[in-house]
T-cell receptor, first 113, second 108 residues
């Protein structure tokens, strides 16, 4: 079954701890994305990657880090520096080129306790 | 910098009434515009994109570069259209920016 898989779906973290969210795709897509979805604020871009071993900061990158060592994987680490980490996180991927469709994962809920 | 604005957070219409979701963007280059929809308990998915000039589920959207708008319209709303709708802007380097979203509620 092709698509994007995010794990875990639900995650609890203690304040001061780093946590890594997994995102894997088997669509052979070059570009991958991480968004944060908060009520009333829509989707805000955290990081994106156009190709392996390359990534760029989005609009709200502070307190987050990513890596892109493999084409199919784009993990997101929420660090202790992120002041308000409790949110719903969405991963997505897309073939490179204009007008192509972006496909989303099911999302991961992160709660800081 | 690129930005997408959806001024309405909530649109409530009766079944059979027209519905229009507003989307305005700012971008200095040549934009690619999309509408995405998220139905209850489902993944966010593409509804339509401006380059295709298509009608999906009765929805259409026209890119107006003069007004920097990409409003989504449907002449007769159905209850199954109740969902969250996001306008998105694709820019150079594959950066994709979303608006804040509009929740549509179609009442029977």
């Amino acid at each position: 079954d092709g698509g994007i898989t995010q794990s875990p779906k639900y995650l609890f973290r203690k304040e001061g701890q780093n946590v890594t969210l997994s995102c894997e795709q088997n669509l052979n897509h070059d570009a991958m994305y991480w968004y944060r979805q908060d009520p009333g604020q829509g989707l805000r871009l955290i990081y994106y990657s156009q190709i392996v071993n390359d990534f760029q900061k989005g609009d709200i990158a502070e307190g987050y880090s990513v890596s892109r060592e493999k084409k199919e994987s784009f993990p997101l680490t929420v660090t202790s520096a992120q002041k308000n980490p409790t949110a719903f996180y969405l991963c997505a991927s897309m073939d490179r080129g204009p007008g192509n469709t972006i496909y989303f994962g099911e999302g991961s809920w992160l709660t800081v306790v | 910098a690129q930005r997408v604005t959806q001024p309405e957070k909530l649109l409530s219409v009766f079944k059979g009434a027209p519905v229009e979701l507003k989307c305005n963007y700012s971008y200095s280059g040549s934009p690619e515009l999309f509408w995405y929809v998220q139905y209850s308990r489902q993944r966010l998915q593409l509804l339509l994109r401006h380059i295709s000039r298509e009608s999906i589920k009765g929805f259409t959207a026209d890119l107006n570069k003069g007004e920097t708008s990409f409003h989504l319209k449907k002449p007769f709303a159905q209850e199954e259209d109740s969902a969250m709708y996001y306008c998105a802007l694709g820019a150079a380097g594959n950066k994709l920016t979303f608006g804040g979203g509009t929740r549509v509620l179609v009442k029977p």
